[in-house]
């Protein structure tokens, strides 16, 4: 669960529709390609996922399920991240 994770060490694309003849996410110019091709040249990862988001944004604080997602993170006895 990405809610678990530190701030901009991963992304949540989209989900996978193969009834989608348009979704070129993978295509020699899609989303994920550019992102992973930079992400590869990046001296600093965080930096790079925090500039280039992709897919679904990060779960924070101002999430309307936050009281949800807290209790998660504090069951499984992490820290709650600022963010």
Same mark, same amino acid.
């Given at each position: 669960?990405? %809610?678990?994770?530190? /701030? @901009? =060490? ?5 989900? #996978?529709? /193969? ?5 070129? !996410?993978?295509?020699? @110019?899609?989303? +994920?390609? %550019? $992102?992973?091709?930079? !992400?590869?040249?990046?001296?600093? %990862?965080?930096? #790079? %996922?925090? *500039?280039? &988001? +992709?897919?679904? &944004? *990060?779960? =924070?604080?101002?999430? *309307?399920?936050?009281? #949800?997602?807290?209790? +998660? +993170?504090?069951? $499984?006895?992490? =820290?709650?991240?600022?963010?």
């Amino acid at each position: 669960m990405c %809610v678990l994770l530190q /701030p @901009n =060490t991963s992304v949540s694309p989209e989900n #996978y529709d /193969p009834e989608n003849k348009e979704d070129n !996410l993978l295509g020699p @110019n899609g989303e +994920i390609r %550019v $992102f992973l091709e930079g !992400l590869a040249e990046a001296k600093d %990862v965080q930096s #790079y %996922v925090k *500039a280039h &988001p +992709i897919g679904d &944004p *990060a779960i =924070t604080s101002s999430h *309307a399920d936050w009281d #949800y997602y807290s209790k +998660i +993170i504090r069951s $499984f006895g992490k =820290t709650l991240y600022n963010h």
